[in-house]
T-cell receptor, first 114, second 114 residues
Framework: KQEVTQIPAALSVPEGENLVLNCSFTDSAIYNLQWFRQDPGKGLTSLLLIQSSQREQTSGRLNASLDKSSGRSTLYIAASQPGDSATYLCAVGDLGNAGNMLTFGGGTRLMVKP | DAGVIQSPRHEVTEMGQEVTLRCKPISGHNSLFWYRQTMMRGLELLIYFNNNVPIDDSGMPEDRFSAKMPNASFSTLKIQPSEPRDSAVYFC????????????FGQGTRLTVV
């Protein structure tokens, strides 16, 4: 059974810092991996989707990388801003069901201080 | 597009009552998912549909839970009878097609069973 872990569980940084959020998974037979952002009391907002054949995806100040062999993905946030404060979740779509069944990590709660 | 629409946003009910949660996926999306989020267990997939057909309901916790998708634009998750341990945020998500596209989430229904 796929298990997804995110470390750290919480992170507090000053505005302007570049930061890296980590996601690890136990079964490398994945279909894709998706990063989400969740604001308090809200739903999940998709940030980036990486297919298993890709190494990275970029959107604005966000860059996500994928290393299937080591079972890891990182989300890099450049020049962090207070508006980036949220919980970031990674979710792995397993190969066996064509990526449909997402297994979520526990999330990293990020606070960016002005 | 208005995104995935869930109703109600909040539901408070007494133990033993029937609860029905509703979801309207994004138009043109062929896959629909029901998730539950709690502090203890994080996000868990309950059931998903492809082209209105239930594909995997292994995450449905008990027979008290049932889900239907009578057409491409509507799905329900029903709990009967409800129990206090069912209290959670229930999310609906949809995808344009299986696996290799982003999953988009609704704002969730916060259910409290007293």
């Amino acid at each position: 059974k796929q298990e997804v872990t995110q470390i750290p569980a919480a992170l507090s940084v000053p505005e302007g810092e570049n930061l890296v959020l980590n996601c690890s998974f136990t079964d490398s037979a994945i279909y894709n991996l998706q990063w989400f952002r969740q604001d308090p009391g809200k739903g999940l907002t998709s940030l980036l989707l990486i297919q298993s054949s890709q190494r990275e995806q970029t959107s604005g100040r966000l860059n996500a990388s994928l290393d299937k062999s080591s079972g890891r993905s990182t989300l890099y946030i450049a020049a962090s801003q207070p508006g980036d404060s949220a919980t970031y979740l990674c979710a792995v779509g397993d190969l066996g069901n064509a990526g449909n069944m997402l297994t979520f990590g526990g999330g990293t709660r990020l606070m960016v201080k002005p | 597009d208005a995104g995935v629409i869930q109703s109600p946003r909040h539901e408070v009910t007494e133990m033993g009552q029937e609860v029905t949660l509703r979801c309207k996926p994004i138009s043109g999306h062929n896959s629909l998912f029901w998730y539950r989020q709690t502090m203890m267990r994080g996000l868990e997939l309950l059931i998903y549909f492809n082209n209105n057909v239930p594909i995997d309901d292994s995450g449905m916790p008990e027979d008290r839970f049932s889900a239907k998708m009578p057409n491409a634009s509507f799905s329900t998750l029903k709990i009967q009878p409800s129990e206090p341990r069912d209290s959670a945020v229930y999310f609906c998500a949809s995808r344009r097609r299986a696996g290799d596209t982003e999953a988009f989430f609704g704002q969730g229904t916060r259910l409290t069973v007293v």
